[in-house]
């Protein structure tokens, strides 16, 4: 009963945000798409690091892959044939990079990640100088604003949906383990490798149609534009801040963050920096479970079961 | 002081605003009304910082002191209202461009938006200028396909010129000397792998090619490089009388030092963004002569000489010598046009693409919205940085060519 009525709840919400559109300006709309982007995001980095404690920095290297594959398909092919390409593109480097990777621990892995981003943009960089002899792209798609709204609020949707599904499963489970400890994850069966790189694949994935869908918004493309580390920070720190393990964690992170960080740009546009910086130390020294966990710290008795479900903190806090 | 007020004020209606998302539009403003509104988006932090610093804010900064100092942006039945500036940082992020413009015409309903810095910033923000119907007078974007993107967004202007402008006049020069006999027909190119970089080398190619230039020695490096002693080597070793390298300040800089350092001592050298920085003439002093560049001014044009001092002693510092005086010309003529046309962004377009304007950077009008007399080269004599080309324009120097070697410091 409590999950339909969560259904139906969520089901609502997301009606009342499709129709949105009709009633807010523009300004709004912009507001709304850039905040849809980052709770897909956020979301998506807890999809595979929330949940195994892998602090990933690639967020934008999928990211920019996907806007990337954009702008090069998009005068070629049909749009929706634009999105799988860069769907299947994402899903090749994540696989890539997985078998190679995910091996790695700990800070190691952090730092390949943020090494990723970089050598992704600066392979980008040299096929274009070198091969295609131009820098910049032009995106000119017969798109609106509210088109690449709907399109990342349904992506949003189906992501909370998968974390919700992940998390019934077998696979749900044999993460939970995994996060908690992987030699005894390895030691009662759990295929540790291929876990990892399906969460990892799943959100890479995910990231990449975000970067895809959101492309079309700046009709012009180089990779300095959609490979700024920014987009890997903020991510990092909106899915730290509500909660990287729970369900609804991120978004709850990725809201409240967002607005704020507009609020103190058009506020404060020459402190906004600063301001950010002592942000990410605030959420990091007094939030270290999130929003969500330091809720149910304050204000929940714990149960025994809720013992057993508490998420595994990331790893690197520990470290 | 009008900006801090105004930031105040959205403070409160911002985020009041950002909370309840389906707030309702904010009232239109009264029709007496007392000022006029002008928005803009710029890289104050990041990695576009520099340049705005130097060709973009001081300029906006000058022309708005400039018109309050004078009452005001005079309409055309002669009252005068002051200019209340809406400032935002975009911290060098296409994504924060493109909403920040956004809030500047549909939230804060300003009456004009003065553009971003840089060419893929121009372009971000180019559609969005078009819905809205505000002008956008370009001057950091410099793209060979201003003619495409006019057609595009008729409101658009492009003020300084592409990639193949600045190309040719170059190969222009090199094939006039070695005609001349003074230097050999081979060039050696870098290129910064950056938008600027590739656009100009991809349009420099062709270029040498027409003008009978051998290109001997091509290479792109990526940008950040610190260290060139292997590309010098290399080009000095090509036999090219000619270096040419389409760079970006902190490699031109670079450059200059370690050809010193080589004792590379090239016929022609031709470097790229932050040649034409007076700072760099003042630097690298005697050993600046002879070096040429993009942009280029003409020190016996009074009206640029007087912008040039009311911009030194208000900012504290001298305008670059490329893109500032476009820069301001291009206030000015936004400013004239209002005072033609009266704040109706349809009539003010219309008389910036026929009308003609007299500006810091001399008289203006605009062909199919672009800016075509331009200063394409220049090259430093005397402790100038002198314009040398087109060599059939008004005001335009001979460029003395070859340089002569370096000069122990």
């Known amino acids: 009963m409590k999950t339909a009525l969560g259904f139906l709840v969520a089901l609502t919400v997301l009606t009342a945000l499709a129709f949105a559109p009709l009633f807010v300006g523009p300004y709004q709309l912009g507001l709304l798409i850039g905040l849809t982007g980052y709770v897909t995001l956020a979301s998506a980095w807890a999809l595979f690091s929330g949940r195994t404690g892998y602090v990933s920095l690639a967020t934008v290297a999928f990211f920019g892959i996907g806007a990337y594959t954009v702008a090069v398909l998009s005068e070629t092919m049909p749009y929706p044939l634009v999105l799988l390409v860069a769907a299947a593109i994402g899903l090749c480097v994540a696989l890539l990079v997985g078998l190679a990777t995910l091996r790695l621990a700990g800070v190691y892995f952090v730092i390949f990640s943020f090494g990723l981003a970089e050598l992704v943009r600066q392979l980008v960089t040299w096929f274009e100088t070198s091969v295609n002899g131009t820098l910049g792209r032009y995106i000119f798609l017969p798109l609106e604003a509210e088109h690449i709204y709907w399109q990342l609020l349904a992506l949003a949707a189906l992501t909370l949906l998968l974390t919700w599904w992940i998390q019934r499963t077998r696979l749900g489970l044999a993460l939970k383990v995994i996060a908690d400890d992987e030699t005894v994850a390895s030691h009662i069966g759990i295929n540790i490798a291929w876990t990892k790189i399906a969460l990892f694949t799943l959100s890479a994935i995910i990231m990449t149609l975000v970067g895809a869908i959101q492309a079309p918004r700046w009709t012009y493309v180089e990779p300095a534009i959609v490979f700024s580390p920014t987009v890997s920070f903020l991510t990092l720190i909106m899915a730290l801040f509500g909660g990287a393990s729970r369900l609804w964690g991120p978004a709850l992170g990725a809201i409240p963050l967002f607005l704020l960080f507009e609020w103190l740009s058009a506020s404060f546009p020459n402190h906004y920096s600063i301001l950010l910086g002592l942000l990410f130390i605030i959420i990091v020294f007094l939030l270290p479970r999130g929003v969500v966990g330091f809720i149910e710290d304050k204000f929940q008795r714990k149960s025994p079961a809720d013992l057993v479900e508490k998420p595994a903190r990331v790893k690197e806090a520990d470290q | ?409």
Not at chain 2, 101 to 110: N, P
Not at chain 2, 375 to 392: C, E, I, M, N, R
């Open chain 2, 1 to 409: 002081m009008t900006t801090i007020t105004r930031r105040h004020a959205l403070r409160y209606l911002g985020a009041s605003a950002i909370l309840l998302a389906a707030a309702a539009p904010i009232a239109a403003t009264a029709d007496d009304r007392t000022s006029v509104k002008i928005g803009y988006a710029v890289s104050k932090t990041g990695g576009n910082a520099g340049g705005v610093g130097i060709t973009t804010l001081p300029n906006y900064e000058l022309w708005v002191k400039d018109v309050n100092d004078a009452g005001g942006l005079e309409l055309p039945d002669g009252t005068r209202l002051p200019i209340e500036v809406i400032e935002y940082d975009d911290r060098s992020s296409a994504e924060e461009v493109v909403r920040s413009v956004e809030r500047l015409a549909t939230q804060d309903e300003v009456d004009f938006i003065l553009p971003p810095w840089g060419t893929g910033f121009n372009l971000a923000v180019a559609p969005l200028f078009d819905r809205y119907g505000y002008p956008q007078l370009a001057v950091s974007a410099v793209t060979d396909k201003a003619p495409e993107f006019v057609k595009r967004w008729d409101k658009s202007y492009w003020l300084l010129g592409g990639g193949h402008d600045y190309a040719d006049a170059l190969a222009k020069v090199l094939s006039k000397a070695s005609s001349d006999g003074t230097i050999n027909s081979k060039v050696a190119m870098i290129s910064v792998a950056d938008g600027f970089g590739i656009d100009l080398v991809t349009a420099a190619r062709p270029a040498m090619e027409n003008a009978g230039i051998e290109v001997v020695y091509d290479v792109t490096y990526p940008a950040g490089t610190t260290d060139f002693t292997s590309v010098i080597n290399e080009a000095a070793a090509s036999g090219a009388d000619s270096f040419v390298a389409f760079s970006y300040p902190p490699e031109t800089f670079a450059l200059t030092q370690q050809a010193q350092v080589a004792n590379f001592n090239p016929k022609v050298l031709y470097l790229g963004v932050g040649t034409a920085f007076p700072v760099y003439g003042k630097n690298n002093g005697a050993n600046a002569e002879g070096i040429m560049s993009l942009g280029g001014i003409d020190y016996n044009n009074p009206e640029n000489m007087a912008y040039r001092a009311r911009h030194e002693e208000v900012t504290g510092k001298a305008p670059d010598l490329w893109g500032s005086v476009i820069t301001y010309s291009s206030l000015q003529m936004l400013q004239e046009a209002i005072k033609r046309r009266g704040l109706d962004r349809d009539a003010v377009s219309d008389e910036l693409s026929n009308g003609t304007f007299q500006t810091a950077a001399g008289e203006i009008t605009l062909e199919d919205n672009q800016l075509r007399t331009l200063w394409l080269t220049g090259q430093w004599q005397d402790g100038k940085f002198v314009a040398v080309a087109p060599t059939d324009r008004d005001g335009a120097t001979v460029p003395i060519l070859p340089k002569s070697a370096w000069q122990a410091q």
